[in-house]
């Protein structure tokens, strides 16, 4: 058999222009974590500012990833995810949470948290519905929205506390309210909400037909001995609500980009409805392996400790620092405010952290990113999901100030 020849290269004298194109998110640039990672990069500096270890997995996991592609588990899985992993999820839930997501029909598994909200914001939310958001919240919230033809009606979290305001929330319904987001451990402040918060968001809900995204990937990481309030342990907010969590948060896999979303049969038929012609389906190694890790609760279990520890490393450092620190209930997210800092308080958050970044070798993120209209509170986040010795450097560093 011959060898196939190769084609000529074809020579262009010029490439004409593309077309003009009209965006369909025509504010949005480069995210602020991106912006401040490569400016990190660029300085040297301690990355505390996008929301990742830097640290590795147990070896186990990826292990039992490779047993799997080994056993030839690399075709397409079924559209909602491997039944194994479903029927891991579920019995997860039922165990922390109390109620019993039938794997076959609530449970579809996705390419991470991020893309299980704009799926289900995609599959209820129709051209000039109205979507309640909680602010800050989380910088994926407010273009989903757009692209699902939604408005957006941002709700502040009390200024300080990020606590909600149930009054402001309840003024903010009208008849044109499809959704309500909100975030348990939030990101960015670190806020954990209340069983008395939860009822309070069931008993307001009640009897409306305002649907719920309830983004708890950061389910794991709640602390001093408090529990994750989800969802799934109400039932006048289970029965409207769509659960997205993350494995990748979990397992220290932020790279894998797998998580999934529970709901109702009757919202779950809808979210396939798009899943399957955005995504289709996620890497089938990767269910079968994350399948088999969930064999041992352990890893979920003792990760409010693993947190915990490192929470209080970073908060002891800066003890006594000109850093003001908020509390911190969940997540691995660290807020501060930086107004004692005289030299630079007329900085407003995003200026601040770019010379922090750029001047004093330690990146974080400002918190009007959060905000749709920027809120400047000279409050920063860190995050702490990083190596004892990162953390120390940045400590070292922050104490200077």
Not at 311 to 334: H, I, M, N, T, V
């Amino acid at each position: 058999m011959s060898e196939p020849t190769a084609l000529e290269p074809r020579q262009f004298a010029a490439i004409p222009s593309s077309p003009s194109l009209q965006s369909r998110l025509p504010q949005v640039g480069s995210t602020i974590f991106s912006t401040m990672s490569a400016l990190a990069q660029a300085h040297g500096a301690v990355n505390l500012g996008q929301g990742f270890p830097d640290f590795g997995c147990d070896p186990a996991l990826p292990a039992a990833v490779t047993a799997a592609m080994q056993a030839q588990h690399n075709q397409y899985p079924p559209m909602p995810g491997v039944a194994v992993l479903r029927e891991a999820v579920a019995k997860k839930i039922q165990t922390l949470y109390g109620h019993g997501y039938d794997r076959d029909s609530e449970i579809t598994i996705t390419a991470g948290a991020t893309q299980g909200i704009l799926t289900a914001l995609l599959a209820v939310v129709h051209p000039g519905d109205e979507v309640i958001v909680l602010e800050p919240c989380y910088d994926s919230y407010l273009p989903n929205i757009e692209l699902a033809g939604g408005v957006a009606v941002p709700v502040p979290l009390a200024p300080g506390s990020f606590r909600p305001d149930f009054e402001k929330i309840a003024a903010a319904i009208t008849p044109r309210t499809r959704l309500l987001i909100i975030n348990t451990p939030h990101n960015p402040s670190a806020t954990v909400w209340t069983d008395a918060e939860m009822l309070s968001l069931a008993e307001l809900l009640r009897g409306s037909s305002v649907l719920v995204i309830s983004d708890e990937v950061y389910e794991h990481m709640v602390f001093d001995g408090q529990q994750h309030q989800s969802v799934a342990r109400y039932p006048d907010l289970l029965c409207r609500s769509f659960i997205v969590s993350s494995f990748g948060k979990t397992y220290h896999v932020t790279g894998w980009k797998v998580g999934y979303v529970a709901a109702p049969a009757a919202m779950m038929m809808e979210f396939r409805k798009v899943h399957q012609y955005n995504v289709f389906s996620v890497n089938t190694p990767m269910q079968y392996g994350l399948t088999s890790y969930m064999g041992d609760a352990r890893p979920y279990l003792e990760l409010p400790s693993f947190y915990q520890s490192k929470r209080d490393r970073f908060r002891a450092g800066l003890q006594g620092s000109k850093l003001k620190l908020f509390p911190c209930e969940g997540s691995y997210f660290q807020c501060v405010d930086y107004s004692d800092l005289v030299a630079v308080g007329a900085m407003n958050d995003r200026e601040f952290c770019e010379w922090l970044t750029r001047e004093k070798g330690v990146a974080a993120i400002p918190l009007s990113a959060f905000y749709a209209q920027g809120s400047d509170q000279t409050v920063i986040r860190f995050c702490f999901a990083k190596e004892d010795q990162t953390l120390d450097k940045a400590i070292s560093l922050l104490r200077q100030l």
